[in-house]
């Protein structure tokens, strides 16, 4: 039996632990997280795992990521049972603050971004990235960890961290894993619990889209029809897709020719009220 984690609500908390334990001479890794985990979220802590001498896992679901007409209220909130799964992988603390903690009344600071954070994402969800930055910035001057956790399945984030960590020269390697899917190949989300049975049977035909498109580019022939194809594919399905789109892996600059450089594809879609994202490489 692992010990259970402890549950640290205040930064001042998280700072104590992790300062202790670097006072040790142990590594620190974070896997930051809004909580209602699934198996992509323990795929992160079991590597940190592997990787650090302690882990600290957060949860909270940040208000400031959230537009005024999304799914902050009704964002899946489970933290009992999300502490009994990181109590089973041995998660030394938790850290799961409260919104005043993070931001105190009258708040004024917040990160601006460019380079990755432009387009994509943020041609829908123009608040989004400044509130992901802003918390993930907040979380690693609280707790310094050596190394923190992040998935591809929010590929335009991953990049918009690891630019905001290295333009602020923040001491923490950023580790990147590959997305956890369900057998169908749908991407592990917290959001797939809104789907409807009938629209769950849908879902995996974006990660499907996206294959299709990738093979299509590997293939040759016209970037612009293959996207367009893919884009008809998934409002055939059922989809109302924000976007299909072909960008530089590192960069998330649009590629002028396919060759010689490394390409994601990238795609948001609306299936009902629900709205996924995946991305692949191409
Ligand atoms: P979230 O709780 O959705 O903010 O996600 C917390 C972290 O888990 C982020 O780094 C996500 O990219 C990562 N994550 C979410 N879903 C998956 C998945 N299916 N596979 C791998 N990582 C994931």
Redesign the pocket.
């Known amino acids: 039996m692992n010990r259970p984690p402890v549950l640290l609500r205040t930064l001042t908390d998280l700072r104590a632990n992790t300062a202790s334990w670097h006072s040790e001479g142990l590594t620190v890794g974070m896997?930051?997280?809004?909580?209602?985990l699934?198996?992509?979220?323990l795929?992160?802590v079991e590597e940190a795992r592997r990787r650090v001498d302690r882990v600290v896992a957060t949860i909270f679901v940040n208000p400031t990521q959230f537009g005024p007409k999304e799914d902050f209220t009704a964002y899946p909130r489970t933290e009992n049972s999300d502490v009994a799964k990181l109590a089973t992988l041995g998660v030394e603390a938790v850290f799961a603050p409260n919104a005043a903690e993070m931001y105190p009344p009258g708040h004024a600071t917040t990160i601006s971004l460019a380079g990755p954070a432009l387009g994509l994402e943020t041609d829908y969800r123009p608040h989004f990235f400044a509130g992901v930055a802003t918390v993930v910035a907040k979380l690693l001057l609280g707790g310094f960890p050596d190394i923190a956790?992040?998935?591809?399945?929010?590929y335009q984030?991953?990049l918009v961290v690891r630019q905001m960590v290295k333009d602020l020269r923040l001491p923490t390697e950023i580790v990147a894993?590959?997305?956890?899917?369900e057998a169908d190949g749908l991407?592990?989300?917290?959001r797939n619990a809104y789907l409807s049975p009938d629209e769950r049977r849908t879902a995996p035909k974006l990660a499907a889209a996206l294959e299709a498109t990738a093979a299509a580019i590997r293939s040759g022939g016209d970037v612009a029809h293959h996207l367009r194809q893919g884009f008809n594919a998934l409002e055939a399905a059922g989809f109302r897709p924000d976007y299909l789109e072909l960008r530089n892996a590192e960069t998330l600059a649009q590629p002028a020719a396919v060759a010689d450089q490394p390409l994601r594809l990238l795609a948001a879609a609306w299936l009902g009220r629900t709205r996924l994202i995946d991305n692949i490489a191409v």
């Open positions: 896997i930051p997280t809004m909580g209602a699934h198996d992509g979220h795929a992160l956790m992040f998935g591809e399945k929010d984030q991953l894993l590959p997305t956890v899917r991407a592990l989300s917290s």
